[in-house]
Nanobody, 127 residues
Framework: QAQLVESGGGLVQLGDSLKISCAVS????????MGWFRQAPGNAREFVAA????????SYADSVKGRFTMFKDNAKTTVFLQMNSLKPEDTAVYFC????????????????????WGQGTQVTVSS
């Protein structure tokens, strides 16, 4: 059983940067493929970024490509989402998710592909 705890959200201005974290405990972190999703009020949860458990493959939603970077620190059993050039439309609750029993280069872009979820962290971008 994995437990995921997000942190680092907050209120920032248009164009600012923010790095959010997801600390993972339980199970074997180095074998978890990880994903970030977000949900804005009134909207469905949407894919943001994903990384394979080997760390050699990543994927990003078109809306964040070139602005967001996802990476993992195995020593800290934590994944990060570095968000640059933030826009008001990035405002949402950001959730991290973990998937188990996948190939080393697999990553998922659908939320139903993930087994474990955190509670989310709020990111608000003001204009």
């Amino acid at each position: 059983q994995a437990q995921l705890v997000e942190s680092g959200g907050g209120l920032v201005q248009l164009g600012d940067s923010l790095k959010i974290s997801c600390a993972v405990s339980g199970g074997t972190f180095t074998r978890y493929a990880m994903g970030w999703f977000r949900q804005a009020p009134g909207n469905a949860r949407e894919f943001v970024a994903a990384i394979s458990w080997s760390g050699d493959r990543t994927s990003y939603a078109d809306s964040v490509k070139g602005r967001f970077t996802m990476f993992k620190d195995n020593a800290k059993t934590t994944v990060f989402l570095q968000m640059n050039s933030l826009k008001p439309e990035d405002t949402a609750v950001y959730f991290c998710a973990a998937a188990t029993f996948r190939d080393s280069s697999w990553y998922g872009i659908r939320d139903d592909e993930y087994n474990y979820w955190g509670q989310g962290t709020q990111v608000t971008v003001s204009s």
